[in-house]
C-alpha cells in the first residue's frame, strides 16, 4: 500500500497533491497543506526516448522528487565526458524502481530504451511499470514486457491543450496512481524477492534468443495457434505436454517464440535450447530458469519459493530432485482455483540431447519431462518443439504429436502467402506469377527456411526469378548451391576453409577465435579474412569466453557433416574433434601455453570423441586439470563435462595406486564394485551408496563434475587422494603443504572439505 497522507484540518485521508502548488488538497474539507517527506524515499529510474513527450516525463519527474524520491533522469545525471552507455547501466542497477515511457520513438528497434528495459528486467527480474505517452495503435513494446499492464496517459497533449483545470484534475490523478504502484509495500517486497530468487536460481535468460528469432519476421501458421489454444482451452485434456515435431527448417523455433510474443497473457516461461551452448542445453539450468520466470508472473509461488528450506543448496540436486522441488511441489502447493491453463514454453527440446555419445546419446531433460510431467497441476501445461529424434521420439511415445507436415495444404498455403509478401516488388506486374511461386513451393520441400534463404539470395541479387532451372532443391540444394558461389575454387576449400570447418563443427560451443588463430596460426588480418569467406552463414557471436563462430542453424551443420549430402563440400567432425583434442592436450601439457577456458570445460570431451583414451585418462586424472577446473567452474557443479563409464578401469588404477601409498584409503575395491554396478545398471545394492551414484552424478573425482557415478572414499576422511585438490580450492592452502598425516573430513551439507 502507499504511504497514507492524512489531512490535518478534518483528518479525511482523501487527498491529492498538486505539483504546481507543492501541496496536497483535502477533497473533503478543500483544506491545502504540505505533508512531510517519506521516510524510506526510493531511486527511480526513468527510461524514456528523447522525443515530443520529455516535457511529461519532466513533470512526473518533479512530482515523484516533491514525494521525497531520487529520481535519475538521464539529462540530469549523464555529464559531459561520461560513458554514457556505462552510465545507464549503472543508474539501473542502482534504482529500486524503473518506470518506462512507451513511445513510437522510445520502443523503436534496436533503440536505447529497449535495451534499459532489457537490462531492468536481467537485474530487477521484472520489477518495471509501464507508462503509454502515445496511442497503443503506434507503439510496439519490447516482448520481454508485453504482459505488463501500462498506465495509459497516451493522450496527455489533448489534456493539456484543454486548460488549466481539466489539465490538473486529469493530472494529479495519474501522478496519485503513479505514486501508489511506485510506492506501494508490494512493489517493495517484489524488488527484494526477486534479487534473492535470482542468486539462488542463477536463471539463463531466454531474450537475445527470442529477439533473434523474432526480428527475422513471422508469418501465418493461424491453424498452429489455434490447435495449441484449443489444447489449452480443453478441460477434459490430461496431458501436460503439447508436443510439436518437424523436420529442421519448418519454423518450430520461429512458432515458439511469436507463442510466446503474442501469448504472454498466456505464456508466462519459456526457454530456447540451444545445442551450441552448455548451460542453455543443461536440464538443471533449464529446471532453475523457469522457476525464476515464473516467479516473476505468480506472486504465491514466488513466496512458496522463497520459504524452502534448500533453496540456497540447488547445486547438489539433479534434474529430477529440481523438477519436484522447485516446480511440481510448490506450485501444487499454490492456489489454482479457477485459473485458466497457463504454459511453458520450451523450445529445441532435441538439442538438450548428448551429441559426442559420450553420455549414450540419451536426453536428460526430455526423460525428465517425460516421466514427472504429469506431477505439474491441471492449470500448467508445456508447448515443447523438436525434431523427430529417436532420442526424444522414444520417451515421448506415449504422446501423439503435432507433426509440422511440409506436404499440408496449410503449409504450403503459409509458404505461398509469404513470398508472395516478401517479393513483392519482384513479383510486381508479372503475368507468370502464380506458376513461379508454386516452381519456388516445389523446390522448397515445404520447408520455410528454404524459403527465408530464397528471398535473401533473391534480394541480394544471387539468384533471378526469371533462371527458375537455377532454383535450389530442397534446403540441401540451398546450402549446396550457397557453398557453391561462395567456393568456386575447390582446392582453396579443402586447404583453406575445411581445416578450420572441421573445428567450428566439432566444438560444443561457438568456438573461440583465439583457438581458430592458434591451430592455424592466424594473425587477426588472416582471421578476418576468413570470416569475411564464411559469409552470412558462419556468425561471429559474444560469449563468456570472448568472440566465437559457429553455424547460423543446426540444419548447416547436419547438413555439413553428412557426406552423402555435401559431397565435395563434406566436413568431418571426427577430424575436428581430433585437431581440438590434440591443440587441447599440447595446451595442457605446455607449461608456457594458457590453458583456454574452453578447453577446461570441453577437453574431456573432445578426446572422448577422438578416442583418444590414453590422454583422456591422463587429463582427468591430474591435479593440474582438476585444480584448474574446480577454479573455472567453482561451484557451478552443472559446468563440468560428463565422461564415459569406458574411464573406469584408468580410475580403478589411479585410486588403486593411491591405496598402496597411503594406507588410510580402504576398502577401495569394493567402493568401485559398487559404482561398476550403478554405471552399468543404473542401480545400487547399497542404499547409501545408491544415494551418492545418482543419475547425474553428483559425486566424482572431481566432485559433482566428472560422471563417473560417485567415487569417494569410506569414512569421510581424506588423505592425499584425487579428490583432495578440493582442500586447495576450498581452503587456499598449498600443495606444498600437504601430507599423508593431514587428515581431511568431507562435509556433504556444504559439499566442501575440511581438517
Known amino acids: 500500500m502507499s504511504q497514507q497522507v492524512q489531512c490535518p484540518n478534518c483528518g479525511s485521508t482523501d487527498a491529492v497533491f498538486s505539483a504546481k502548488r507543492q501541496e496536497h488538497i483535502c477533497e473533503d474539507c478543500r483544506h491545502a497543506f504540505r505533508a512531510e517527506q517519506l521516510v524510506d524515499p526510493l531511486r527511480i529510474f526513468l527510461s524514456y526516448g528523447h522525443d515530443a513527450n520529455e516535457e511529461l516525463v519532466r513533470l512526473i519527474k518533479v512530482g515523484l522528487e516533491q514525494r521525497g524520491h531520487d529520481v535519475w533522469f538521464d539529462k540530469s545525471e549523464i555529464k559531459f565526458g561520461d560513458n554514457w552507455r556505462r552510465s545507464i547501466t549503472e543508474g539501473i542497477v542502482d534504482s529500486h524502481r524503473v518506470l518506462s515511457f512507451l513511445s513510437r520513438h522510445s520502443t523503436r528497434d534496436p533503440g536505447v530504451c529497449r535495451d534499459e528495459v532489457a537490462i531492468a528486467l536481467g537485474v530487477k527480474g521484472g520489477n518495471i511499470q509501464t507508462i503509454l505517452v502515445e496511442s497503443e495503435t503506434e507503439v510496439q513494446p519490447p516482448v520481454n514486457i508485453g504482459h505488463v499492464q501500462w498506465l495509459d496517459m497516451h493522450d496527455w497533449k489533448e489534456r493539456r491543450a484543454a486548460g488549466a483545470v481539466t489539465w490538473e484534475a486529469w493530472y494529479q490523478e495519474k501522478l496519485a496512481e503513479i505514486v501508489r504502484v511506485v510506492e506501494s509495500e508490494e512493489s517493495r517486497r517484489f524488488a527484494g524477492e526477486i534479487e534473492t530468487l535470482s542468486g539462488h536460481l542463477k536463471p539463463i535468460k531466454p531474450d537475445a534468443r527470442l529477439y533473434d528469432l523474432l526480428n527475422k519476421g513471422f508469418f501465418g501458421r493461424d491453424w498452429l495457434f489455434e490447435a495449441v489454444e484449443k489444447w489449452r482451452q480443453d478441460e477434459n485434456c ?197 506458376r513461379l511461386i508454386e516452381q519456388i513451393l516445389e523446390r522448397s520441400e515445404g520447408v520455410f527456411l528454404y524459403v527465408e534463404r530464397f528471398c535473401d539470395d533473391v534480394h541480394r541479387g544471387n539468384l533471378s526469378l526469371d533462371r527458375p532451372g537455377q532454383f535450389p532443391q530442397g534446403l540441401g540444394g540451398i546450402f549446396f548451391q550457397y557453398f557453391q558461389r561462395q567456393f568456386p575454387d575447390l582446392d582453396d576449400y579443402r586447404q583453406r576453409i575445411r581445416p578450420a570447418l572441421r573445428a567450428i563443427l566439432a566444438a560444443r560451443e561457438p568456438l573461440p577465435i583465439e583457438i581458430l588463430k592458434r591451430l592455424f596460426h592466424w594473425q587477426d588480418e588472416e582471421f578476418r579474412d576468413f570470416t569475411r569467406t564464411l559469409g552470412s552463414l558462419f556468425p561471429a557471436t559474444n560469449e563468456a569466453n570472448g568472440e566465437g563462430l559457429k553455424p547460423c542453424h543446426k540444419s548447416l551443420a547436419d547438413w555439413l557433416a553428412d557426406e552423402a549430402k555435401a559431397g565435395v563440400f563434406f566436413v568431418s567432425v571426427v577430424e575436428g574433434h581430433r585437431l581440438l583434442a590434440d591443440q587441447g592436450v599440447a595446451e595442457f601439457r605446455s607449461s608456457e601455453a594458457g590453458f583456454n577456458p574452453y578447453y577446461i570445460t570441453h577437453l574431456p570431451e573432445h578426446l572422448a570423441a577422438a578416442q583418444k583414451q590414453t590422454e583422456l585418462a591422463e587429463l582427468i586424472c591430474s591435479l593440474k586439470y582438476l585444480l584448474s577446473l574446480a577454479i573455472h567452474c567453482g561451484t557451478s557443479y552443472n559446468r563440468g563435462p560428463k565422461i564415459a563409464s569406458f574411464l573406469l578401469p584408468y580410475v580403478q588404477q589411479m585410486t588403486a595406486e593411491c591405496v598402496k601409498e597411503f594406507p588410510r584409503l580402504k576398502n577401495l575395491q569394493d567402493h568401485l564394485n559398487e559404482i561398476a554396478t550403478a554405471l552399468g545398471l543404473d542401480s545400487c545394492s547399497n542404499p547409501d551408496m545408491a544415494a551418492k551414484c545418482n543419475t547425474c552424478g553428483s559425486m566424482g573425482i572431481v566432485h559433482g563434475h566428472i560422471d563417473l557415478g560417485g567415487i569417494d572414499f569410506y569414512d569421510n576422511y581424506y588423505a592425499f587422494c584425487p579428490n583432495c585438490f578440493w582442500a586447495f580450492h576450498t581452503e587456499n592452502i598449498s600443495f606444498s603443504n600437504w601430507s599423508e598425516d593431514v587428515v581431511w573430513k568431507f562435509d556433504y551439507e556444504t559439499n566442501t572439505y575440511h581438517r
Open 238 to 434: 490430461t496431458s501436460r505436454l503439447f508436443w510439436i515435431t518437424g523436420d529442421p527448417g519448418v519454423g518450430k523455433s520461429a512458432f515458439a517464440a511469436q507463442l510466446t510474443h503474442s501469448r504472454s497473457d498466456a505464456v508466462i516461461a519459456a526457454q530456447f535450447v540451444e545445442w551450441d551452448k552448455p548451460d542453455h542445453r543443461d536440464a538443471r539450468r533449464v529446471v532453475r530458469s523457469i522457476a525464476f520466470q515464473l516467479a516473476t508472473r505468480l506472486p504465491d509461488y514466488r513466496k512458496l519459493l522463497l520459504t524452502l528450506p534448500e533453496i540456497a543448496e540447488l547445486d547438489r540436486k539433479d534434474p529430477a530432485e529440481l523438477f519436484a522441488y522447485l516446480l511440481a511441489n510448490p506450485l501444487r502447493s499454490g492456489i489454482g482455483g479457477s485459473r485458466d491453463r497457463q504454459l511453458i514454453v520450451i523450445d529445441a527440446f532435441d538439442e538438450a540431447g548428448d551429441a559426442t555419445g559420450v553420455g549414450g546419446g540419451r536426453n536428460a531433460l526430455v526423460e525428465m519431462l517425460a516421466r514427472h510431467a504429469t506431477r505439474l497441476p491441471s492449470w500448467f501445461g508445456l508447448v515443447v518443439t523438436s525434431r523427430p529424434e529417436s532420442a526424444v521420439q522414444t520417451p515421448l511415445q506415449g504422446l501423439n504429436p503435432l507433426v509440422l507436415d511440409t506436404r499440408t495444404e496449410a503449409n504450403r498455403a503459409d509458404i505461398r502467402d509469404y513470398l508472395r509478401q516478401q517479393l513483392a516488388p519482384q513479383l510486381h506486374a508479372r503475368p507468370d506469377v502464380d
